[in-house]
Every structure is written in C-alpha cells, then in structure tokens.
C-alpha cells in the first residue's frame, strides 16, 4: 500500500520512530478549515485557468463538502501515516473523487499551502481576539466609570506617591490594551497576505491567477517573492510579540490585583468564583486566576523567543523547522484567548474598599506636593517650598499623624503663609480635583476620558 505522496524513490519503510517524529497531523489538524478553504480557492482558480476541468473542480467540491462533514462529525480517520494535515485532506479526498483529487495539488506545493494555511487561520483568531480585546477594554471602563471618585494611593516605586483615581488607574490599563488592539490590526495587514502559487520555492509554470486566488481567500495582497512566501514566518513571531505585551499588561495588572488583595493592602476582593480555598488553611481565599495569568505570561513570552529563535538560522527557503512554528503559535492564541476572556469577567467581579485605599493614602502622606504647591502659589519657589513642606512631614511623623492634623498654628512655624485654607488643598479630594490637565487624574478628566473610550469602543 502506498501510504505516502514520495514513495516510488524510497527503498524501505521509514521507521516507526522517524514518522512519529517527523508527523504533525495530531497538532495541525486543527488547521483543516483553512486547509480546505485554500484548496477550494487553488482548485476554483485551476478550472478557471483551464489547468483541470469544470467536472474535476465539480468532484474536488464535492468531495471536500464529505470531508468536512466527516471532520465535524469527528468521523473522519487521521492518520499519522499521512504525516499532516495536508496530506490526510488529500489522500481523503482522491480516495472519495479519484483522479480528480490527484489533480488538485497541480502547481501547488504543501510549502505554499501551510503558509497560507497558518495565515488564514490566524487571520480568524486575531480577529476573535480584536473582539476579546475590545470586551476587556469596556468591562475596565464600565469599572472605571463606578469607582471615578474613590480615591487610591497612587504609587511609585511601590512607595505613596499621591492620590489617584481609582477610575483612573483602571483607564491605565484601558490605554495598553486599546495599544494591543492597534499592534494586533497592525500585525493582520501582514498575516493577509497569500503565499500559494510560490508553488515548492520557485514559483510554477503553470497559468496561476493568484490574485484571484487572493480574492476568493478575502486577502488583502499576493505575496511578491515565491521564495520568501514559503519560508518567512516573521507574521508569526509578530503576532506572538504582540501577543507577549498583552499579556505582559495582563501580568502586571495580576500584579496589582494580587496586591491589592492582600491582608495588608486590603484594597479590593474578587467575587469568590474567581479565587480558591487552601486544603489546609482554612481562612484561605486565594487570587489563583491573576497568579496564573502571570504565570502564563512567562509562557506566552517564551514562545517568542521560541519561534524566533526557530527562524534565526534557516537558509531559504523552505525548511522543515516551520513546522515547529505551530504548537507555540496555537498556544500562545489558546492562552490570550482564555485569559481575555476570564480577565473580562473577573473585572466585573471587583469590589473595593474605599476606606483602606483612603487610609493608605493618608499614612502615606500623599498630600505632601499639594502643600508644596500651596506655598508656590504663595511665592515662594518650589525647591524651597519642598524643603518646607519635608519639615513639615518629619513633624507629622514623629506625632504619627498626617499633615491635615498638624494644627494650623504648628504648619504657620513652617511657614507664616500659611492660612486655614491649606486643609482644603491638603485633603486628598482636593489634591485629586487639582490635577486637571489633561490626561490627569481630576474626576472631571477622568470622566472625559471614559466618554472618549465609550465613544470609541461603541
Ligand atoms: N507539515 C509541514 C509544515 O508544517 C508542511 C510542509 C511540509 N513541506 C515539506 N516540503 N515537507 O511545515
């Protein structure tokens, strides 16, 4: 029997260990829906060239309606003896059509077809993905909308910095992932682009109408040069970069949620569905979905370096390596699109206490520039004014209070231009609505922030 597309040359059987090691039907198959797509639109394009016949094309489309019926019935056999996805399609389809299935691979190549596979089926997901983009973006500025005027300690260095709306900082992260979006549209204008018709690296002598083939498959452009259509995957090690930021701002978002759960913040909870028990802590509630959401990252991230470490060495133009490109590449889309999703939800199941994030504020003396402010608006110049106001800080330290308690009398020892209207500009709502320009954290800015995002996400 001849189980494979070269067997007329070989003069034994390859071993059982070489065709596990060399197959990748278990991992590709998952591409069969672009892998039909291509070849409907290749055999389409071949009966219009007259390089096969009407009746050839009529049995192809045919027969592949059978196959992807039996796929979806999950009826149909894989076989690992068939190597790939491409391979077991074809052999299915010439056993179901005859002649006419041997026919379909005229002037194509599996080269120019699992490039053009692997793109038309990222193409979907980064579209799924745009999509999951955009519900985490209005699950953070429907959380931002409700939490505009609570106030939370805005850090640097880890360290209390000065008061911020809590809409505000969940609008930080609207910003990265709107970011996302705009590298992942980026990235699809050079995913949409068809290899097929680069044939095996040369191009083929065959009357190929490849922009035609474009336009059946909904591509934007052919791709010019045969022999970098069937080798480059820099789409994929682009997306896969994309894909490694949005998930590194899924990470650093993790972070904060982790943090801000904790006993000693005690700034947030998570709705229960989204965390775990101990099996022997009792007392135990723990963020597991921004744990491991961090902990992906690293995965996502070494898939990267992965597949762009596969590229680096490769002559032109096709080498088998590529079909290492594929298990990263799939499971950097199944990690990004789980945890969009999750984060999405889990967004919606924030709830946070005010209170400790106000508490946090004030022992942090988060103030501290406002009153530095005052005193420039009273003439003084700012290094000066900075040096006052950190006279006053240590004072309220050693009285363990902050500068809002410090009685007017003691902040006029400071400095005697000092009047009762420094306790407005020292509380931390004042302090928020003064930071009103643009992109500031004012809750007049913040609100005009979210009607832009309402605005643009739609
Ligand atoms: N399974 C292969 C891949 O993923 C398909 C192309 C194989 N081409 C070849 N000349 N062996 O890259």
Redesign the pocket.
């Known amino acids: 029997q001849k189980s494979q597309a070269w067997s007329a040359l070989f003069s034994e059987p390859m071993s059982d260990l070489v065709k596990r090691y060399t197959s990748?039907v278990f991992f590709?198959k998952r591409l069969w829906q672009a892998d039909i797509a291509g070849s409907l639109a290749h055999a389409e394009m071949l009966a219009a060239q007259k390089v096969i016949g009407a009746d050839d094309l009529a049995s192809i489309q045919k027969g592949m309606a059978q196959i992807t019926a039996e796929i979806e019935a999950g009826q149909f056999e894989w076989k690992l003896d068939l190597?790939?996805?491409?391979l077991n399609i074809e052999a299915r389809l010439t056993q179901l059509v005859g002649d006419a299935g041997k026919r379909l691979h005229t002037g194509r190549?599996?080269?120019d077809?699992?490039a053009t596979d692997v793109r038309l089926w990222l193409r979907g997901e980064i579209d799924l993905i745009a999509g999951l983009l955009t519900d985490l973006q209005k699950a953070l500025v429907g959380i931002a909308e409700q939490n505009v005027d609570v106030i939370l300690p805005g850090f640097t260095h880890l360290q209390v910095a000065q008061p911020v709306s809590f809409g505000h900082h969940m609008l930080a992260y609207v910003e990265m992932f709107a970011r996302d979006a705009e590298r992942m549209a980026d990235v699809r204008r050079r995913v949409n682009r068809l290899p097929l018709g680069a044939a095996?690296l040369a191009g083929t002598s065959y009357p190929l109408d490849r922009e035609r083939v474009a336009k059946t498959l909904g591509m934007d452009e052919v791709c010019q040069n045969s022999l970098d259509a069937v080798s480059d995957r820099d789409f994929a090690i682009e997306f896969t970069a994309a894909a490694s930021l949005a998930m590194v701002h899924i990470s650093r978002f993790s972070e904060e949620l982790i943090l801000w759960m904790s006993q000693n913040f005690g700034f947030i909870k998570i709705a229960d569905r989204f965390t775990t028990g101990s099996s022997i802590m009792p007392q135990k509630k723990n963020p597991d979905v921004p744990e491991l959401a961090r902990g992906k990252t690293g995965r996502v991230v070494g898939h990267l370096m992965g597949l762009i470490t596969l590229m680096k060495g490769q002559p032109l133009a096709?080498n088998?390596d590529?079909?290492e490109?594929?298990e990263p590449l799939f499971d950097t889309v199944d990690t990004l699109k789980d945890t969009l999703r999750i984060f999405a939800e889990m967004v919606g199941g924030i709830t946070v206490v005010p209170a400790a994030m106000e508490q946090a504020a004030a022992r942090g003396y988060a103030t501290a520039t406002d009153l530095a402010d005052y005193l420039v608006k009273k003439g003084l110049p700012f290094r000066d004014a900075h040096e006052t106001v950190a006279h006053a800080v240590k004072a309220a330290q050693s009285h363990a209070c902050d500068l809002s308690e410090l009685p007017l009398t003691v902040l006029q020892g400071f400095h005697p231009a000092i009047e009762k209207d420094v306790f407005d500009v020292m509380s931390l709502r004042g302090s928020l609505e003064a930071r009103s320009t643009l992109g500031g954290t004012a809750p007049s800015q913040v609100k005009a922030q979210i009607a832009r995002h309402r605005a643009r996400l739609g």
């Open positions: 990748s590709d190597e790939d996805v491409h190549s599996r080269n077809q699992v095996a096709y088998k590529n079909q490109d594929k």
